[in-house]
């Protein structure tokens, strides 16, 4: 089974960028779609964007699309979401998950393997 950890979190101030990283280990991460979530306390957590195995599909929540960029490495093991243009509803604890299958992932039922989260805070 694959363990995923995330890291790059941070505070930033609204209109900055970060990226978050993905790492994978105990499996190659070529063997599984991937997805973002994320979650603010005491809400649902959402989708945010999912790719493909060899990263040739990817989609986007609305509310994320043209700001946030999802990407992977499988030669690192190694999945990334480039976010631009942060506003401060993007603040939420961020997570990466995996699953079995070809096709992109929209829902998190769909996922089975989580990673622990990362904080994203966008705040002046």
């Known amino acids: 089974q694959v363990q995923l950890v995330e890291s790059g979190g941070g505070l930033v101030q609204p209109g900055g960028s970060l990226r978050l990283s993905c790492a994978a280990s105990g499996r190659t991460l070529s063997v599984y779609a991937m997805g973002w979530f994320r979650q603010v306390l005491g809400k649902e957590r959402e989708f945010v964007a999912a790719i493909t195995r060899s990263g040739d599909s990817t989609r986007y929540a609305d509310s994320v699309k043209f700001r946030f960029t999802i990407s992977r490495d499988n030669a690192k093991n190694t999945m990334y979401l480039q976010m631009n243009t942060l506003k401060p509803e993007d603040t939420a604890v961020y997570y990466c998950?995996?699953?079995?299958?070809?096709?992109?992932?929209?829902?998190?039922?769909?996922?089975?393997?989580w990673g622990q989260g990362t904080q994203v805070t966008v705040s002046s």
């Open positions: 998950a995996a699953r079995g299958g070809y096709g992109l992932g929209l829902s998190q039922s769909s996922y089975h393997n």
